[in-house]
């Protein structure tokens, strides 16, 4: 998917990529300010209690920390939002060094919100348990669900290694 051109990365998206990567960059800027809720357990993996064990502390370091977290969290989603092709088309899709990097970051904070949502373990085996999602309902949204954490995954490891290459 991604691949280096000189100081560039550089990916062809299809139509549907571009909305599903839309859709996913969406909710996490609408999770970090208008659902922003630290009961929730998205929230609670995104912004995890530095000291579990004692909430006073873990509230004191929230306060000087958060705010600019949440806004680098919402940037880089933003980053992804800003990168894809206009309108409802696909195309091509050009990242420098540091956009390439807020890409990678908010991926990951798109994969493990989803990954809360969809109760995905450490070790859990993501072909058998969309194997099964689709022997149970092919049509369900847990089926999509699951193709679309899969997807990014793929996405997030293609960015990577033209990183690295």
């Known amino acids: 998917m991604f691949r280096r051109h000189g100081d ?11 909305r ?12 970090l300010t208008d659902g922003f809720d630290h009961g929730d357990p998205v929230v609670g993996r995104l912004f995890p209690a530095v000291y579990p064990e004692d909430a006073a502390s ?32 696909g195309g091509e899709v050009r ?13 990951n904070d798109a994969r493990l919100a989803m990954g809360v949502r969809l109760e995905i373990k450490d070790g859990m ?5 969309l194997d099964d999602a689709v022997a149970e ?4 949204s847990r089926v999509f ?12 490891e293609s960015l990577l290694n033209a990183l690295i290459d």
């Open 8 to 18: 560039r990365y550089v990916a062809i998206f299809a139509v549907d990529e571009v």
């Open 20 to 31: 599903v990567l839309r859709k996913v960059a969406s909710e996490v800027v609408g999770l």
């Open 58 to 89: 873990t509230a004191e370091f929230r306060r000087y920390t958060e705010g600019d977290l949440k806004t680098a969290k919402i940037d880089q989603a933003g980053a992804i939002l800003a990168a894809l092709p206009d309108g409802e088309a």
């Open 95 to 107: 990242l420098d060094a540091e956009a390439a990097e807020a890409w990678l970051r908010a991926l």
């Open 125 to 129: 085996d993501l072909g058998e348990e």
């Open 137 to 140: 309902d092919p049509t369900s």
């Open 145 to 156: 669900q699951l193709s679309v954490y899969a997807y990014l995954g793929y996405l997030q």
